[in-house]
């Protein structure tokens, strides 16, 4: 007989929610989930920017458990998005258990388990934590003199004002990650100007998007099989396996062919010569995060989308000034910079056994047993924690098959074998020698700056392929995990 575990799952976007569902599937009745927002969604509640969409095919971008026939096209819109994790929550009656408008401050482990505390003072007990944070939800505001001269509208792109018009402002774009290519995609045509600010440029790799008609919608309605086959389709399934064993071993044959059709895709689209340098980039392909788009290079193109790749000197009231001296004169300055990608669960207080913090844990790098648990931190799991594979394919896939395995250590506790379980001392240090080891032979560690790397130059991501973390998440080796009764 299952003990009547107490749950707190921290966030209620993507994995949050994917944890919450699967707790009460699993017969657990005491289940509280903690949302500092006004509703569900995570990232999506929060990137409300334009030209928002997934880059992961959309039907690959849903719980496997819950298919949505609705969606408008191969890649979907950030709203379209929201609109799936609210019906989601509406469907499972989740809004039932979450407490929204509640952030937690603090986590600290005693005997009798978890005491939780939130902003507004508030303390729930706890015997299990379910840290669902997100990785990129703290936005990073770029270090730029005299940026808050500007006198006209200034947002970072993650904190977007839902009444601002930009059509036929001058608009600049500072950032060219996935969401200033995206911005700019969707800004050309619409502004009057639209100035790129490039700091470097990135290797683009083409993904048609196509529009689903009501015809094909309704076919997936009527027969569920047909999203399956999309999901599962051999092209996707092997280009997937192609990437991530491309980018484990950067001297790949597989990184090979992916450097050559990107190399040749760039310089077939750009005519001009002189911008086609401009925009060549200095490090080997995704090296950064990959950007996908089958529009940008026509975009910039464009007379009306100007490329800046001079260094920014400094913000003026009127525009950005470049090392050039030439004055970019703008409307609306889009901060497209990113986020602090390496806070996790933080800035919340997490303390375990014996009052150690978790700053001091990870004050040289963030890490995790399999980027899902922690020494010390008995009963306390992370979904898409450091080390976990965020990259260009599906986060709900990683979050569900992290959970078939914490939900497996959690069953050590419910059955019984154990009152906490957390990995050992050990185990983490095996397990970070051979990842810090295969991070540095990965793409990512070839020699550029991202966001994927740490504070000593290490990419805190997943080293090995996709089927090697696919096998690593089927079971847990108890043989890692100290078992307290």
């Not at 505001?141 to 018009?165: N, Q, V, Y």
């Not at 991530?244 to 077939?268: C, G, K, P, V």
């Not at 790749?309 to 525009?319: E, F, K, L, S, Y």
């Not at 043989?479 to 009764?485: A, G, R």
Request: overall charge negative; glycine content about 8%; proline content about 6%.
């Amino acid at each position: 007989m299952k003990k009547d575990l107490r749950f707190i799952v921290i966030g209620a976007g993507m994995a949050g929610m994917l944890a919450a569902i699967r707790l009460r599937a699993e017969g657990y009745r005491n289940v509280t989930v903690l949302e500092k927002g006004p509703q569900v969604g995570g990232t999506w509640r929060e990137n409300r920017y334009l030209g928002l969409y997934c880059d992961v095919p959309a039907h690959d971008y849903t719980y496997s458990f819950a298919p949505n026939p609705e969606w408008s096209g191969y890649l979907a819109p950030g709203a379209e998005i929201q609109q799936y994790f609210e019906d989601i929550a509406e469907r499972y009656a989740l809004t039932q258990i979450i407490r929204f408008h509640t952030e937690v401050v603090s986590c600290t482990h005693g005997i009798g388990g978890w005491t939780v505390c939130t902003r507004a003072g508030d303390t729930v007990e706890a015997d299990v934590i379910i840290a669902a944070t997100g990785v990129l939800h703290h936005p990073r505001m770029p270090e730029i003199p005299d940026l808050d001269t500007f006198e006209g509208p200034k947002f970072h792109s993650a904190r977007w004002p839902d009444t601002i018009d930009l059509a036929g402002q001058r608009v600049g774009v500072i950032g060219n990650g996935s969401t200033g290519v995206q911005l700019v995609t969707a800004l050309a045509g619409v502004a009057r100007q639209v100035s790129h600010f490039q700091r470097s440029p990135q290797w683009i790799m083409p993904l048609p998007n196509f529009p689903y008609t009501d015809k094909e919608r309704q076919a997936f309605r009527e027969n569920p099989a047909l999203i399956e086959a999309v999901r599962k389709d051999p092209n996707l399934v092997q280009a997937v396996h192609r990437f991530t064993t491309a980018i484990a071993n950067r001297d790949s044959a597989e990184m090979a062919e992916l450097e050559a059709f990107l190399a040749d895709y760039f310089n077939q689209s750009i005519a001009d010569p002189m911008l086609r340098e401009r925009l060549r980039p200095t490090y080997r392909a995704a090296c950064k995060r990959l950007i996908f788009s089958a529009t940008y290079y026509a975009v910039v193109q464009r007379p009306d989308v100007a490329i800046v790749t001079d260094r920014i000197d400094r913000v003026t009231p009127q525009g950005v000034l470049t090392c050039d001296g030439i004055q970019h004169e703008l409307e609306v300055l889009i901060l497209a910079t990113g986020f602090h990608a390496d806070r996790y669960v933080r800035p919340i207080a997490i303390r375990g056994r014996h009052g150690i913090a978790l700053d001091t844990v990870w004050a040289q790098r963030p890490h995790a047993y399999l980027a899902i648990s922690i020494p010390e931190f008995p009963n306390f799991f992370l979904l898409n924690g450091p080390g976990a594979p965020v990259g260009n394919f599906s986060l709900i896939d990683v979050a569900e098959r992290q959970w078939t395995y914490i939900a497996q250590l959690i069953a050590q506790v419910s059955t019984g074998a154990c009152r906490e379980i957390a990995p050992t001392q050990t185990a983490l240090a095996a397990y970070e020698s051979r990842r810090i080891a295969a991070a540095q032979q990965t793409i990512f560690g070839s020699g550029c700056t991202s966001w994927y790397l740490d504070a000593t130059g290490i990419p805190n991501t997943w080293p090995w392929d996709y089927a090697t973390f696919a096998q690593a998440m089927t079971a847990p080796n108890l043989e890692d995990f100290n078992l307290q009764s």
